[in-house]
């Protein structure tokens, strides 16, 4: 087999939702082939969704960044079932499901992410989160060998997926039903987020919530919301969210968490647990 793979220079900030970060090297397969040949030649690879929940260093990240964009695009129904490629927008998966009618996943409508992403991250919104309806991830391993993995093999918890860092989600598989009603809920749940949160130049949740507890409280408790380093800024709509209000840095943003983590920490007593991924 042929282990040499063609990689491209990007910036990093062309590849995140909050614009930061520096030149990388970035690898996006035409093929499964293709897929298993680089991961195979045990090059130190990082796969990247949207980037909605991650920030790429300023410069020299030691990994290549692997974008799977390009395999799996059709969404293929197999009622009650979808089969989903990992690099598939989850709006483009919300879109397909209320064209078809079909309940179950419009949680997903407004998280910025990839279906890969969202089973990674267990992503959620309104009560549910993408290990509710998943019945199976295929998955190519360290050494470019795919399986399928059935929900029940996989343990899930708030904002996790308990797999190995190097495996690569391919494919994932969910449970729909028939819903009338599917664009009336999105329609409710896009109002409320846009009222309720920046949508843009944002990572989402920067910590996760404590047992019992609001991230966002503990963060206005301790005197953050607003709190600036540089260009990024804990905002003011939704002080759990981080926004870049222009010319932010990937360094900024990194200043700025733990510098909210121990202003926390000093008030409250609490450590709280980043969710988004520092890469
Ligand atoms: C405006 C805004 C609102 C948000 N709202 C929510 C919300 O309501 N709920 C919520 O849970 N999150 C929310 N988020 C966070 C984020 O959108 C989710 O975590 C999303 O699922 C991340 O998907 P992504 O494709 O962008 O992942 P990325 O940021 O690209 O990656 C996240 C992690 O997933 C891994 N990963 C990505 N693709 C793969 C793959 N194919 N195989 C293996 N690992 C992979 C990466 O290696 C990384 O560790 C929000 C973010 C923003 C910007």
């Known amino acids: 087999m042929d282990l040499s793979y063609k990689t491209t220079k990007e910036m990093g900030s062309n590849l995140t939702w909050i614009r930061t970060g520096g030149e990388v090297e970035v690898f996006r397969p035409d093929s499964i082939l293709e897929l298993k040949s680089f991961v195979k030649s045990g090059v130190d ?21 692997l ?72 998955v190519m391993d360290i050494f470019g060998s795919v399986s399928k993995l059935y929900k029940k093999e996989i343990k899930f918890s708030y904002r996790k997926c308990h797999v190995p860092k190097t495996f690569i989600f391919l494919r994932a598989c969910f449970k729909v039903f028939k819903d009338e009603k599917i664009k009336e809920k999105v329609d ?34 301790a005197g953050c919301r607003g709190f600036a380093i540089g260009g990024a800024k804990m905002s003011e709509k939704h002080c759990n969210f981080i926004v ?30 980043r969710e988004i991924v520092l890469l």
């Open 67 to 138: 974008k799977l964009d390009n395999l799996y695009k059709e969404i293929e129904l197999e009622y009650p079932y979808i089969i989903v490629g990992s690099g598939v927008p989850n709006f483009t998966v919300s879109r397909f499901c209320i064209q078809n009618f079909l309940g179950g996943l419009e949680f997903l409508h407004t998280i910025p992410g990839s279906i890969g992403g969202g089973v990674f991250m267990n992503a959620g919104a309104y009560g549910s989160c993408f290990s509710d309806n998943l019945e199976w991830v295929e």
């Open 244 to 273: 870049n209000t222009g010319g932010a840095t990937s360094g900024d943003i990194v200043k700025l968490i733990n510098s909210v983590q121990s202003f926390v920490f000093s008030k409250t007593g609490i450590l709280l647990d």
């Open 45 to 65: 690879y990082f796969p990247l969704g949207m980037g909605s929940n991650t920030i790429i260093k300023d410069t020299n990240l030691d990994k290549v960044i």
């Open 188 to 221: 409710g749940y896009v109002v409320s987020r846009n009222l309720t949160q920046p949508r843009f130049l944002t990572l989402g949740s920067t910590f996760k919530n404590p047992e019992g507890k609001k991230a966002w409280e503990l963060i206005d408790q």
